[in-house]
């Protein structure tokens, strides 16, 4: 056996694949299974975005393009954050990746290092702690409360800032719990780290467009004072149905931007050629489909919010983003992996233990709504029953 580096033994994964490997398997074996675990809209993406990839391929767009993204793709970025956030982006600011991930590994590499702390939500998206952990820095969980409605806490992120820490992260609409920050939360975010120069901010937005009863979102791009330390990560593969063609962004501090651009050299030399003009005709084109998913997503939330806060033992706050309710499970009297493990081979419903997302989330679940109404309350009708049984 070749000797690894001992980084390799400090990186984590995504559960939710785990369990998507797991679903598929009993569903091949015949199992009538129901998916409320993967975290990927259930909608094609629209047509005339596929009709833009195939119109770049027949016209000969097969190679190599610029290592941050091809200039009519960044120029399209940039108006659309003028229209959504009401800033002015200079597109040379903007790096196209091969999806979100790529962002948030290229900040740990930047600013990960042992000795170094990086603050990120818990429950949150497990590649945050993983990727941090790789990098060798100190990961500082900020727990993230039901009673806030999953919502930060600008105090008490602020409250964990030491003179070590080298960067935060922040997740608006969030992945798992659907919370929302409110856009005052934000503001004294903003505020607050006027007293730390020296600390960098990624703010993962890639549910931005996702949003709920009235909430509102407070891009990081709107504090002036801190462009020269905020990345602003999103991309196309929530809002446009996207996930599969691996496309991404993220908005760098100008000083930052050739370092960006050289880590993708050396990471994946570019994005997919063809995949960069549909994320312009996704941008530039109609918005109707993607507006059409929403309010799917909106009227599925409600249903399934009722139906778990229905369910024994079970009690689920409203998720203002997103396409997850993170329900606790805590009445119950079952842990959440033991929960998602009966579920998955008792009931046949695909759903994540909280536990996957931090050790803050013990005692709840993920349920992702990317289904269909009538299968998501299908799957709750199952464990309910499981519950009673």
């Known amino acids: ?229 905020a990345i602003m990560l999103d991309g196309w593969s929530k809002t446009y149905a996207m996930t599969g063609w691996r496309l991404g962004y993220a908005v760098w501090p100008e000083s930052l931007v050739e370092k960006a651009t050289r880590l993708a050299i050396n990471d994946h030399s570019c994005v997919n050629a063809a995949a960069q003009f549909a994320g312009i005709a996704a941008l530039e084109g109609p918005q109707d489909a993607a507006l059409d998913m929403v309010a799917a997503f909106d009227e599925r939330r409600q249903a399934t919010v009722v139906a778990l806060n229905g369910l024994p033992g079970v009690r689920c706050v409203d998720p203002g983003g997103a396409f997850y309710a993170f329900p606790n499970i805590s009445g119950t009297g079952l842990d959440a992996r033991t929960l998602q493990d009966r579920l998955l081979n008792e009931a046949h419903v695909a759903a994540i233990a909280g536990t996957s997302f931090g050790v803050h989330g013990e005692g709840y679940l993920r349920i992702s709504y990317a289904n269909s109404k009538e299968n998501i309350l299908r799957a709750i009708d199952r464990i309910g029953s499981v519950l009673a049984g």
Do not use: W
């Open 1 to 229: 056996m070749p000797t690894l580096a001992a980084r390799m033994d400090r990186l984590g994964t995504e559960t939710a694949f785990d369990v998507l490997a797991k679903a598929n398997k009993l569903a091949a074996g015949g199992a009538d299974m129901i998916n409320l675990g993967i975290g990927q809209p259930d909608f094609p993406t629209p047509p005339h975005i596929v009709e833009a990839a195939a119109k770049a391929l027949k016209d000969g767009h097969h190679g190599y393009t610029a290592a941050n993204g091809i200039p009519a793709l960044r120029q399209a970025v940039s108006a659309d954050l003028a229209r959504r956030h009401g800033v002015e982006v200079d597109p040379d600011r903007v790096v196209v990746v091969p999806g979100g991930k790529v962002t948030m590994f290229f900040a740990m590499l930047m600013f990960g290092e042992p000795g170094a702390e990086i603050i990120y939500p818990d429950p949150g998206f497990p590649i945050y702690r993983s990727s941090i952990e790789f990098s060798g820095a100190t990961a500082v969980p900020l727990p993230l409360r039901e009673e806030n409605g999953f919502a930060f806490s600008a105090e008490e992120l602020l409250s964990l800032i030491t003179p070590r820490t080298r960067l935060i992260i922040v997740n608006s609409p969030a992945n798992p719990t659907g919370g929302v920050t409110p856009v005052e939360e934000m503001d004294k975010l903003a505020a607050g780290l006027a007293n730390h120069p020296d600390v960098a901010i990624l703010s993962d937005e890639i549910y931005s467009c996702m949003l709920y009863g009235g909430r509102q979102h407070r891009s990081i791009l709107q504090y002036p004072h801190l462009a020269d330390r």
